[in-house]
């Protein structure tokens, strides 16, 4: 950019008077971490507002518009010895690099402009942290939902990309097939008419192709094994690995395009075995297979839905000893599953519109309602632990389904208690997960006689138990009482003169409430030991710890 065109620039962005959402004023206040929070509100905002850029200019006063000159010079700015703009390269994404440009106007006054692109279909980030500009203040993006789904709205669609070498010769003949099956079970009507069409013409009709041209959706859903390599740099691969509750690998496969097979594969390697309980008032245990072929089925079709291919990762499908994990790149567009529950309609936008409308004509998702609420209330009926979404990770989706009883009282509950809503069995579900909720929500189920305990330690409440069979468990989570705890310590001690401190870790360990962590149990433990000194019932002739020697009475004074 010439000094005449810079000059020609600021004087434009000067004109509005005041600074805008899109640009921003600044003197000679060059802090690194906060000129890089300013690009990325105003790349976010430039979007918000269809600019093709946003601008941070050095050197113009933000109270009136005057160029006033500024005295930073980013040539010889460095962070940690690395030249300023290599930095902030580094430190904004996804690939928005700004540029710096240099002018100075006929009196001498000097300028730095710095111009980065709007962002566009995802938030621009400062260090994995996205903002935007509201008025004159910069803010975090995430504070302001609507308008950050308005810039993942602003994205061109990838999966409707029409490829340009692709053609039908590269879709698989067996897809192609099944996607006609499917697609007449979704529009039962048209099924008389679906076999006398062409393929051209069926393709057309159902939305994966368009005007004959092979989409990216296309080649997904329907393509040849080896016509994956078309869709480069983006990885078509879904893999799935069996590995051990210490993450160690057993076993591994890779599965690509045609996804609409390849599903069926990925879903034949998981070890679908039988767990049983026995509902109250029956002799006769109920028999269910350990994961839902349903829900599997859906939160794989999501997570080919919702990937972004632009991560160039793979769809990941973790089988453990008593777990199931789905996991796709890209973040969780509705922001909290609590919100899409509660609204029960689908979702207001998809990553990849094209694919999910493909997707939907095949009988691979569902959009009338939204998957993920018939996922959990699946859960629910058959008395499961319910989908666990973490979504820890901005960039990443994570759905685990458990493979067996994590809390016998929590499915027994289930299986009597057929008429509590899903948003009560969700905060159950929490509970025997030790999960935290809010004291409204204990509240709530305190209220209703489903929980006990005094906040935040709280479990399943006794006469839930008493209901579930489940007494056994809900004294081990109650525990016993520290009177009870010293009296077996002051036992122990007296039947065996010199106990060391892990014999009676290991004697009393286990009375303690289920619900107590390590550490937890621990201090309590401790805390018993030293109420049994204070009061001269015991005395320690040892070291500390594993040193320890514990013996009754009184330590001997010298």
């Known amino acids: 950019m010439t000094n005449e065109q810079i000059l020609h620039l600021v004087h434009a962005l000067c004109s509005h008077g005041v600074e805008q959402s899109w640009f921003e004023f600044k003197l000679n206040n060059s802090d690194p ?32 518009g005057r160029i006033v000159g500024t005295e930073f010079h980013h040539e010889e700015a460095k962070v940690g010895g690395q030249a300023l703009l290599l930095w902030l390269a580094k430190m904004i994404s996804p690939e928005a690099a700004p540029t710096a440009f240099t002018g100075i106007t006929t009196s001498g006054q000097r300028m730095v402009v710095f111009q980065v692109c709007a962002a566009h279909g995802f938030p621009v980030k400062f260090k994995d942290q996205a903002y935007v500009r509201i008025g004159p203040n910069t803010t975090a993006l995430k504070d302001h939902p609507v308008l950050e789904r308005s810039i993942w709205n602003s994205g061109e669609d990838w999966s409707a990309k029409v490829h340009p070498t692709a053609t039908l ?15 007449k079970e979704k529009f039962p009507a048209k099924a008389n008419e679906v076999d006398d069409w062409s393929a051209r013409t069926f393709l057309d009709k159902a939305k994966v192709t368009v005007q004959g041209s092979v989409t990216h959706a296309s080649l997904l859903l329907l393509g040849r094994p080896e016509a994956s390599s078309l869709l480069s740099p983006a990885i078509a691969q879904i893999s799935w690995f069996l590995r051990t509750d210490r993450n160690d690998s057993v076993d591994y496969a890779h599965f690509g395009p045609p996804f609409i097979l390849s599903v069926d594969q990925v879903l034949a390697k998981v070890r679908n075995l039988k767990v049983r309980s026995l509902p109250s ?23 080919i839905a919702h990937q972004d291919y632009h991560r160039r990762e793979r769809i990941q499908v973790v089988e453990r000893e008593n777990q199931l994990l789905f996991e796709n790149a890209g973040s969780f567009i509705p922001g909290r599953v609590e919100d899409v529950l509660a609204q ?11 694919l999910a409308q493909a997707m939907v004509n095949l009988n691979m998702i569902d959009t009338e309602g939204g998957g993920i609420r018939k996922m959990f209330l699946k859960q629910r009926e058959h008395a499961f ?20 009883i994590l809390d016998e009282a929590y499915t027994q509950l289930l ?13 159950l579900d929490r509970v025997q997960r030790d999960r935290s909720i809010s004291k409204d929500e204990y509240r709530k189920l305190k209220s209703l006689g489903l929980v006990e305990g005094r906040y935040p330690r ?39 003169p010199g106990t060391p401190r892990p014999k009676i870790n290991e004697l009393v360990w286990d009375m303690l409430p289920s619900s107590l962590n390590d550490e937890t149990r621990k201090s309590r433990i401790h805390n018993n030991i030293q109420w049994l000194v204070r009061e001269g019932k015991i005395h320690n002739k040892g070291g500390r710890g594993k040193s320890s020697r514990w013996f009754v009475g009184p330590a001997q004074m010298k």
Request: glycine share 6%; aromatic share 8%.
């Open 344 to 354: 029960d309609t689908p979702p207001s936008r998809y990553r990849n519109p094209f």
């Open 385 to 404: 632990a319910l989908p666990d979404y973490d979504l820890s990770e901005p960039a990443h989706v994570r759905v685990t389904l458990e493979g067996r």
């Open 415 to 427: 299986l009597d208690r057929t008429d509590l809503d899903i948003d009560i069995v969700l905060l």
């Open 281 to 303: 008032g029956t002799l006769f245990p109920k028999e269910r297979d350990r994961y839902d072929q349903w829900v599997m089925r859906e939160a794989l079709h999501n997570c």
């Open 33 to 64: 971490a906060k000129l890089g929070a300013n690009l990325s509100a105003v790349a976010n905002a430039a979007c918000l507002a269809s600019k093709p850029f946003g601008y941070v200019v050095y050197g113009v006063n933000n109270a009136d």
């Open 458 to 496: 709280i479990f399943v409440a006794g006469p839930v138990a008493r209901t579930a069979g489940a007494e056994v468990g809900h004294i081990r989570s109650r525990g016993l009482g520290n009177a009870k705890v010293r009296e077996f310590i002051l036992q122990l001690i007296e039947q065996h």
């Open 169 to 183: 010769f590269d879709l698989d003949e067996d897809a192609i097939e099944t996607a006609r099956v499917q697609f």
